[in-house]
Each structure stands twice: as C-alpha cells, then as structure tokens.
C-alpha cells in the first residue's frame, strides 16, 4: 500500500469510516473502523494530515490522535457539504472531508484544549439552569394567577410569591395543590443553589486565568464574556483580524454586493449565537446606564448614537468589543482606552 498523505474521518458513536489519499491524490484506503479500534490503526500509520468534520466529540479525538504524531484539522461542517458527492452516507462524507481538508484556502476551527472545554461545559450548563429557572418561574406565577395570586414581576416579585406559597395554608384549596406549589418552590430553590455554585467556579477560574482577566478589562466585558470567549476561540489566532473574529460570531453586515457597488445589510447573526448576545448584552448596558463616554468605542459611541437609532449603535459597540477582545488575546497586552 502506498504511503498515505491525507485522511478524512467521519466521526461516529462506534463506527467510523476512513477515507485516505497519497501524495498524488489517488485514493489508497476506504475502511470502517469499531470505536476500540481507531486509536490502535492510527497508531501504525506514519504521521498524516488527517480532517475531521468539528462537530460532537471531535475535539476529543482530534487531541487523542494529535498525540499520534498526526496534524488534525477540525473543519466546519458547512465548509464540507459543497464537496459531498451525489447520495449522503459515511463514506461519501468521509471523501468530501478529505478533499475539504486539502483545499489551500479551506478554512479551519481551533482545537479545544481540556480547560477550553471544561470552562464551555460551564457555560452550558449555567445557561441551561437558568433557562429552567426562567420556564419553572413563569409557571409557578401563572399557576398562582389563576386562583387570583398576583406578583410583581422581576426577583422581588419571585421571592414574594415563594414566601407566600411557604407561608400559606389555605384549607378552602386541595391539598394536592399545595403539593404542586412547594415542588415548584424547592426546584427553584435548588436551581438557585446550583446557579450561585456555576457563578464562584466561573469566578474562580477567571481571576486564575490571566488571559481572562485582560479580557475584562475591556468596557462591557465581564467575567461571563471574558471566560465564554476564551472558552470558545482560545487564544485567537485562527483568525487573522479582528474582523474576521467578529464575522464568525455574526456582527458585521451581510454583503449582497455585485458589479463593484457594495450594498450592505442587517448583520449576518451568523457562527457563536452565544457570544453575539454576551457582547451585545454588554454594550446594551453601557447604552442603557448612558455610560457612552466610558463604553469601549469612548467618543466614537457617543457621536454614533447621534446618528443611529440606539439598537444600531449598541450592536455596533458590540462589533467594535469583539474586535478589541481579538486584539487583546492576540498581541497580550490590556485594553488601553481612547482618552488614555
């Protein structure tokens, strides 16, 4: 068999198929591969470019293989689909990954490291509870409104009608109810619990993590933002600019541009949803607390919001602190304001 270059693996649960080419790009290998197998195949190859779609345990694999002795690309799997050839099945992805891979101008996603993907899982599950905590708090109000208990919205409000459904015996109501409510309650009080213990542990790990303190340094930038960013692109250097950083989260304009006039759109809300609502949440409150001054675009803000409805503007900022937090993980230096 003859030496082989490149590979292209198509990730699975237990079955994975292999697509490999030799230095003339001539197919050498196709082959499905059990789980307990993949790591000991490749263990007998000589070191190989070797492309993997970035999706579910990709990042696992791509350390565990890369320690092989192989270069692993994580390419995004919309990047793979132009070059999947007629019918979709493992095979064929697997020979699309493979030419995807080669391409000189293909793009690549970084490989998480352990802390990257342990701090993500943080995310992630903090985001989790707190949509739970919202859903189970929005039933417990509208289960009590229907027996003519209402409370003012926000926390305070939250907390009054926990104290009520605590506090309260009404004998005229089923037992069974009261059951309902003091579930309700005691979900919501562990959900609190579990959401307050993800906060110290993100706390924790940032004023541990100097990379993550530079980053907060940034007007809008917090310790949510900061730690969620280095969770997601490490220290940045898979993009070449700071534009391109903020393209993939999705806060540039989308181009439909043709015949050399540029016409630009709405942003592209394209790449990291996550990240695009931290930043913009940073910037809306810099907007809202009229701290323009102070914001990250200082003076440029200020004059911009003359200008622009304020939505536009705080999404502008935001664009402009996700540029800023690409040049801060990327030269490592603070962020130094305008008037300084």
Same mark, same amino acid.
């Given at each position: 068999?003859?030496?082989?270059?490149?590979?292209?693996?198509?990730?699975?649960?237990?079955?994975?198929?292999?697509?490999?080419?030799?230095?003339?790009?001539?197919?050498?290998?196709?082959?499905?591969?059990?789980?307990?197998?993949?790591?000991?195949?490749?263990?007998?190859?000589?070191?190989?470019?070797?492309?993997?779609?970035?999706?579910?345990?990709?990042?696992?694999?791509?350390?565990?293989?890369?320690?092989?002795?192989?270069?692993?690309?994580?390419?995004?799997?919309?990047?793979?689909?132009?070059?999947?050839?007629?019918?979709?099945?493992?095979?064929?992805?697997?020979?699309?990954?493979?030419?995807?891979?080669?391409?000189?101008?293909?793009?690549?996603?970084?490989?998480?490291?352990?802390?990257?993907? &342990?701090?993500? !899982?943080?995310?992630?599950?903090?985001?989790?509870?707190?949509?739970?905590?919202?859903?189970?708090?929005?039933?417990?109000?509208?289960?009590?409104?229907?027996?003519?208990?209402?409370?003012?919205?926000?926390?305070?409000?939250?907390?009054?009608?926990?104290?009520?459904?605590?506090? &309260?015996?009404?004998?005229?109501?089923?037992?069974?109810?009261?059951?309902?409510?003091? %579930?309700?309650?005691?979900?919501?009080?562990?959900?609190?619990?579990?959401?307050?213990?993800?906060?110290?542990?993100?706390?924790?790990?940032?004023?541990?993590?100097?990379?993550?303190?530079?980053?907060?340094?940034?007007?809008?930038?917090?310790?949510? &933002?900061?730690?969620?960013?280095?969770?997601?692109?490490?220290?940045?250097?898979?993009?070449?600019?700071?534009?391109?950083?903020?393209?993939?989260?999705?806060?540039?304009?989308?181009?439909?541009?043709?015949?050399?006039?540029?016409?630009?759109?709405?942003?592209?809300?394209?790449?990291?949803? %996550?990240?695009?609502?931290?930043? !913009?949440?940073?910037?809306?409150? %810099?907007?809202?607390?009229?701290?323009?001054?102070?914001?990250?675009?200082?003076?440029?803000?200020?004059?911009?919001?003359?200008?622009?409805?304020?939505? !536009?503007?705080?999404?502008?900022?935001?664009?402009?602190?996700?540029?800023?937090?690409?040049?801060?993980? &990327?030269?490592?230096? %603070?962020?130094?304001?305008?008037?300084?």
């Amino acid at each position: 068999m003859k030496k082989i270059s490149i590979i292209g693996l198509d990730l699975a649960k237990r079955i994975f198929q292999v697509h490999g080419i030799d230095e003339d790009h001539q197919v050498v290998i196709q082959k499905s591969l059990q789980r307990s197998e993949l790591l000991a195949w490749f263990g007998q190859l000589e070191p190989c470019l070797v492309g993997m779609e970035a999706c579910a345990t990709a990042h696992y694999w791509a350390r565990e293989i890369g320690k092989l002795g192989h270069d692993v690309k994580l390419i995004p799997p919309v990047y793979v689909k132009p070059y999947v050839r007629r019918q979709k099945n493992d095979r064929a992805d697997a020979a699309a990954i493979c030419e995807a891979v080669s391409r000189p101008s293909m793009r690549f996603a970084g490989t998480k490291t352990i802390g990257q993907q &342990t701090v993500q !899982v943080l995310h992630r599950s903090r985001e989790l509870l707190i949509k739970q905590r919202v859903q189970l708090s929005n039933a417990l109000r509208a289960h009590l409104a229907e027996f003519g208990w209402i409370f003012p919205q926000g926390n305070a409000g939250l907390d009054q009608a926990i104290d009520f459904v605590r506090d &309260t015996h009404d004998a005229d109501l089923p037992a069974a109810l009261w059951d309902v409510f003091r %579930y309700q309650v005691a979900q919501l009080t562990n959900l609190r619990a579990a959401i307050a213990g993800l906060n110290k542990r993100m706390v924790a790990w940032h004023r541990a993590d100097g990379d993550s303190k530079r980053l907060a340094t940034i007007p809008g930038v917090g310790v949510v &933002t900061a730690s969620a960013i280095l969770a997601s692109i490490g220290n940045g250097k898979q993009f070449k600019s700071g534009r391109e950083f903020s393209a993939w989260i999705g806060l540039v304009p989308r181009q439909n541009s043709s015949g050399g006039k540029e016409k630009l759109g709405r942003i592209s809300k394209q790449g990291n949803r %996550y990240l695009r609502h931290l930043l !913009v949440a940073g910037a809306t409150a %810099y907007l809202r607390g009229k701290r323009c001054e102070n914001a990250a675009g200082g003076i440029w803000f200020s004059q911009l919001l003359h200008r622009k409805p304020g939505r !536009v503007a705080s999404v502008a900022l935001a664009n402009k602190m996700a540029r800023i937090a690409w040049a801060v993980l &990327t030269t490592g230096e %603070y962020y130094r304001s305008t008037a300084a």
